[in-house]
């Protein structure tokens, strides 16, 4: 058992479990006890979930099974829940939660089961939300160009953004706060039922649209995961933290893909068996694509297990931030030191500039450089990344750690697995203006108050675009053949839709309709070369990233084409020679 000793008035956390490590079962089930030193080891949670403590809270009563119950009247949590305690409440509303209704036209949720197919108890098992529900996930099936239900083999799943994941007392401030709906089934401030159904968009949506025209994932059965685990989807472990009363958190990221996919292939609702699947694209969006970075692979494997034949792809929206190793491209010769792999282009993100270099620092945002430094800090010991991904146990890319070690910081970095580990096809859409992320710190910065400047955001993300497609193939750690390599790069063409136009939107392209099916860059093609440059391009077509996803998506992985669809970059043929140029939809072609 692991046990946490609490003295009178403290706040502590006992470890979150390791997939590998004791139960929560063994973490909360035992008795408490007395130590030694007089204080009272901490083996069982007062309250067992976050909803419990919110509702004891409100009541003015405890969670546990004792003499207080709810009010027996004008309750506002649930009928169910009259003359219960809070945590027999939340009891009841995960073993028998309220019923979902059918509607047509919708993604209709269902419910996750708790335990795994054939199971009808697993207390060291079971799947909650942060707060102790029970998840959902919403499924709309694959329909003809006549919008009539097909039978089909390809999948399409979506997880959208997590608002950041939470650990320890930040949980228990996020769900009293404004991230109870990514935390829960029912959010305490919206206590009638979960949503049933919703609206599909963008990626999710099948049309038809007003022209008549039909989504090409139309003919995808398209999955959206509820986001209620508060952990970028990667995680399996839970933790009690105390703040007066001691409460269960839970983090079943990992878990709730494992159960998804399962239930998946023994559902019984009409849809195919996912054991059959053939294409299968996961989409994850903001912190939910920082998730599939980190487990991309594993995910991919997980399917493979169950559908040998499946070709498995991830599609990341809005999560192509600046990353430690671009930084040596931006800082000035006085602070070299840098070494690099390819002189034409200088230091660039595979040089393994993992660190701050002679004291170099970030560019001003406020005029004062004296706390602008940065470095790895936040990814080793000490360091907020580090702590967060340690503290919630989250499932990391296993070629990363083979190469470089077990806690070795690169592996707590996304971006760097994202660039040098990732063997699964990925497509990649950001916009070097995203809203959402241009003023705000890189996790790098040691100032955490930093905000770096919009142009200094263009840029390094406009760099990283650059180096990956100039030097993935040859220069990433996971390359072929290459003397670090435990696998092989991906075969499969990268495929980037990148554009720089800003605005309202510009963070959530997947499921924002505008931005979806909007033609949001042109295509150039070269038709006069001196040598390997292009000297007369000519427009081509101009794409919206539907198009560009889907056709990347059904790319043979030996076709010439890249879809590196990202604004002011080239591709080229085999033989180096420039082939096409992007631009936005609204410019002209270069000169």
């Keep these: 058992m692991t046990a946490l000793a609490c003295a009178p008035g403290a706040t502590n956390v006992v470890p979150a479990v390791d997939n590998n490590d004791a139960s929560m079962s063994q973490v909360i089930g035992d008795a408490s006890m007395a130590a030694d030193d007089g204080t009272v080891e901490l083996a069982k949670a007062d309250c067992d ?5 919110h509702i004891a809270s409100v009541e003015g009563i405890p969670c546990g099974d004792d003499a207080h119950t709810l009010l027996e009247s004008g309750h506002r949590w649930s009928t169910r829940c009259r003359g219960l305690t809070p945590n027999q409440c939340l009891a009841a509303l995960y073993d028998d939660p309220p019923e979902l209704t059918v509607r047509s036209g919708s993604l209709v949720a269902h419910y996750l089961p708790a335990c795994e197919a054939g199971q009808s108890a697993c207390p060291d098992e079971e799947l909650r939300c942060t707060d102790g529900t029970r998840p959902l996930y919403y499924v709309d099936k694959a329909v003809d160009p006549q919008g009539r239900d097909i039978d089909s083999n390809n999948w399409v799943f979506f997880l959208g953004g997590e608002g950041g994941a939470c650990y320890a007392e930040d949980c228990l401030t996020n769900y009293e706060t404004e991230r109870q709906s ?9 206590p009638n039922s979960p949503v049933d159904h919703v609206s599909p968009e963008g990626l999710l949506r099948p049309g038809p649209f007003r022209d008549g025209s ?3 994932f139309a003919g995808f059965n398209r999955v959206r995961i509820e986001k209620c685990t508060a952990d970028f989807g990667v995680s399996e472990s839970d933790e009690v933290v105390t703040s007066g009363d001691s409460v269960a958190v839970f983090h079943h990221g990992a878990r709730l893909w494992r159960r998804l ?10 849809l195919p068996d996912f054991s059959e699947a053939r294409t299968v694209l996961i ?7 920082k998730g599939l970075m980190y487990h991309g692979d594993a995910l991919a494997e997980q399917i493979r297990d169950m559908s040998p034949e499946a070709q498995v792809r991830l599609a990341f929206d809005g999560h192509l931030v600046p990353m430690l190793e671009v930084e040596a491209a931006f800082q000035p010769s006085s602070c070299s030191g840098w070494s690099e792999n390819n002189s034409a282009l200088g230091p660039d993100i595979f040089d393994g500039h993992y660190g701050n270099e002679n004291g170099c620092l970030l560019p001003t945002d406020d005029g004062d450089t004296s706390d602008d430094g940065y470095g790895a800090d936040a990814y080793l010991p000490g360091g907020r990344v580090y702590e967060s991904a340690r503290g919630l146990s989250i499932e990391r890319d296993k070629s990363c750690r083979a190469v470089h070690g077990e806690d070795d910081p690169r592996c707590y970095d996304e971006l760097h697995i994202l660039m040098n580990h990732l063997s699964t096809p990925f497509f990649l859409r950001m916009d070097k203006r995203d809203t959402a992320w241009t003023g705000s710190p890189p996790s790098y910065a040691l100032n955490y108050s930093y905000a770096l400047p919009q142009a200094e955001f263009s840029a390094r993300v406009g760099r990283m675009v650059d180096d990956y497609l100039s030097h993935y193939h040859s220069l990433s750690e996971q390359r072929p053949g290459g003397p670090d390599a435990t696998g092989t790069a991906s075969e499969w063409n990268p495929g980037l839709f990148v554009t720089d136009v800003g605005g309202r939107g510009s963070h959530s392209a997947f499921t924002n309709e505008t931005w979806f099916f909007d033609r949001a860059l042109r295509k150039c093609g070269c038709t006069q070369w001196n040598g390997n440059q292009c000297t007369e391009w000519r427009s081509l077509l101009t794409y919206d990233l539907s198009e560009v996803l889907f056709a990347w998506l059904g790319e043979p992985a030996d076709a010439e084409t890249e879809w590196a669809a990202a604004t002011q970059t080239v591709t080229h043929d085999g033989a180096g020679r420039e082939l096409y140029s992007w631009v936005d939809a609204g410019e002209s072609c270069p000169p």
């Design 283 to 289: 989409a994850g969006h903001s912190e939910g694509a």
């Design 49 to 53: 979930g976050l909803l419990a403590r």
């Design 182 to 190: 990514t935390m829960s089934t029912f959010p305490p401030d919206f």
């Design 261 to 270: 996919f399962a239930s998946l292939a023994t559902s019984g609702d009409d």
């Design 214 to 216: 039909m989504n090409a």
